[in-house]
């Protein structure tokens, strides 16, 4: 089956600066993929190379079977959300009607009830809502829109954690109902971490992390007590960092404990945390080789 996006080779080159550099990966469909970096990583880069709004300097960029670029009959397939995404001189009302005609499979019920929500009013002039209030009205069109591979870039910029965790709750319920390709690119990693069925991770322009969401889960464990309790615990074992503080001491291993492990773990008064999915994108990033996160899980 043709992958919903095919990537192989990419980079990205402006004058005196490398964007992105022999980014390589496939993403089916249905699949929520996360798009996980810091900020400068090549997030929005990507994202607006996949939708046809730039161009790649090498490599190659298939969606749907096609490159993107001035293919309407790709580019009607698909939406990218942009965080410093811009209207016309519109109303509300306006640029809901424009996008129905544009998105074949557009849910008017949806964006109204969306709209209602973010307490949107349909005659506001858009170039007078705050900025999380145009990014309420660019999350709607984004769901709504059900278009077959939807693209969000950072798409909660000025949103509260109220309004974020409506955004995730409607984005889950309408995929389950309608399943398709999305690809959310976010720093804000754990918020998202229970939506993602795929991690991507960038750092400085390179794919350092490519795997299933649930392989990573679990994968790693912050082990914390007396140096010589945590040293009997991880003996042996791969181990992302070590730390001191006084008397006692932090590590993180790598792989997944069993009922032995944490049975150990109690007798030596140890203190176990799973490693979050945001720490795993920042220790894929610090060395450079993600994969080996997996590799060396047992």
Not at 130 to 142: D, H, K, P, Q, Y
Not at 153 to 169: C, K, M, Q, T
Not at 172 to 177: I, V, W
Not at 238 to 264: F, K
Request: charged content about 25%; some cysteine; proline content about 4%.
């Amino acid at each position: 089956m043709t992958p919903t996006i095919s990537v192989t080779g990419l980079e990205r080159r402006y004058r005196g600066h490398q964007a992105l550099t022999d980014v390589t990966f496939d993403i089916g469909t249905p699949c929520i993929t996360g798009l996980l970096g810091r900020n400068g990583a090549g997030k929005s880069t990507l994202l607006r190379i996949l939708a046809g709004q730039e161009f790649a300097t090498a490599g190659r960029v298939r969606v749907f079977g096609a490159g993107p670029l001035e293919n309407d009959a790709v580019l009607r397939r698909m939406i990218l959300v942009r965080e410093d995404q811009t209207y016309p001189d519109l109303r509300v009302r306006h640029a809901v009607r424009a996008a129905s005609l544009l998105y074949p499979n557009w849910d008017a019920e949806l964006a109204g009830m969306m709209l209602d929500a973010y307490e949107l009013s349909p005659t506001r002039p858009i170039k007078k809502l705050s900025r999380g209030m145009r990014t309420a009205l660019g999350v709607t069109i984004g769901l709504a829109a059900r278009a077959e591979l939807t693209l969000f870039d950072e798409p909660y910029a000025g949103l509260d954690s109220v309004a974020r965790a409506l955004f995730y709750d409607q984005l889950l319920a309408d995929y389950t109902a309608h399943p398709r390709c999305i690809v959310l690119s976010t720093h804000l990693i754990d918020e998202a971490a229970e939506l993602l069925d795929r991690v991507l991770v960038l750092d400085r322009g390179r794919l350092v992390l490519d795997a299933p969401a649930d392989d990573l889960r679990g994968t790693a464990t912050t082990v914390t007590g007396r140096a010589g309790n945590v040293d009997r615990l991880i003996a042996g074992r791969a181990t992302l960092n070590r730390r001191s503080m006084g008397a006692q001491t932090t590590a993180v291993l790598v792989g997944r404990l069993d009922a032995r492990d944490r049975e150990l773990a109690h007798h030596l008064h140890l203190r176990l945390e799973q490693v979050t999915l945001q720490q795993l994108a920042a220790f894929a990033a610090e060395h450079h080789d993600g994969s080996d996160l997996l590799a060396r899980t047992p």
